[in-house]
T-cell receptor, first 113, second 115 residues
Framework: AQSVTQLGSHVSVSEGALVLLRCNYS??????LFWYVQYPNQGLQLLLK??????LVKGINGFEAEFKKSETSFHLTKPSAHMSDAAEYFC???????????FGPGTRLSVLP | GAVVSQHPSRVICKSGTSVKIECRSLDFQATTMFWYRQFPKQSLMLMATSNEGSKATYEQGVEKDKFLINHASLTLSTLTVTSAHPEDSSFYIC???????????FGSGTRLTVV
């Protein structure tokens, strides 16, 4: 069975500081991994995805994530936080295209002025 | 890009009534639709998976007679919450799989409040 853990339910950073959101997964098959962002009472917006190509994945809004098989991790980073980055972030794993997602518990990112 | 229109965005209903939520893919064919539920300050949990023209597959613990899913066409899937109770109050989100373009598209979600 697949599972996703996200260390830190709430992360606060100052505007302009590095953003690091952690994600670890377990999967019995080579995983497809995703990061989504959710603003209050809205749906999910895809930030980036890993589907067995390059291990360093660049996404939208300056975010990127690195797939590390040995660590079963897919941490999300952004060099410089912006106030508009404040939102809920979900890491998700899938067994393949067309399969459902298993979501992590989410990390709420706060950006302080 | 691909868009899934989900309606209504918010609905308040009385206990015992039924509510229908629609997800419509606007510019692609959604061969598979996933329905998720998100309780306040929690993550998304898969409720059921439906393929066009087939019966939905429900996750363990999700009552199929209470949450009726219809996926009669490649562009429309509906979730009907029957005999709603306050504990059904939640945020419901659909996710459509576009087999042609290898992509998932989420609806904008429906906030259901049962009073």
């Amino acid at each position: 069975a697949q599972s996703v853990t996200q260390l830190g339910s709430h992360v606060s950073v100052s505007e302009g500081a590095l953003v690091l959101l952690r994600c670890n997964y377990s999967s019995s098959v080579p995983p497809y991994l995703f990061w989504y962002v959710q603003y209050p009472n809205q749906g999910l917006q895809l930030l980036l995805k890993y589907t067995s190509a390059a291990t360093l994945v660049k996404g939208i809004n300056g975010f990127e994530a690195e797939f590390k098989k040995s660590e079963t991790s897919f941490h999300l980073t952004k060099p410089s936080a912006h106030m508009s980055d404040a939102a809920e972030y979900f890491c998700a794993v899938s067994e393949g295209y067309g399969q459902n997602f298993v979501f992590g518990p989410g990390t709420r990112l706060s950006v302080l002025p | 890009g691909a868009v899934v229109s989900q309606h209504p965005s918010r609905v308040i209903c009385k206990s015992g009534t039924s509510v229908k939520i629609e997800c419509r893919s606007l510019d692609f064919q959604a061969t598979t639709m996933f329905w998720y539920r998100q309780f306040p300050k929690q993550s998304l949990m898969l409720m059921a998976t439906s393929n066009e023209g087939s019966k939905a597959t429900y996750e363990q613990g999700v009552e199929k007679d209470k949450f009726l899913i219809n996926h009669a066409s490649l562009t429309l899937s509906t979730l009907t919450v029957t005999s709603a109770h306050p504990e059904d109050s939640s945020f419901y989100i659909c996710s459509a799989w576009d087999r042609e373009n290898y992509g998932y598209t989420f609806g904008s979600g429906t906030r259901l409040t049962v009073v």
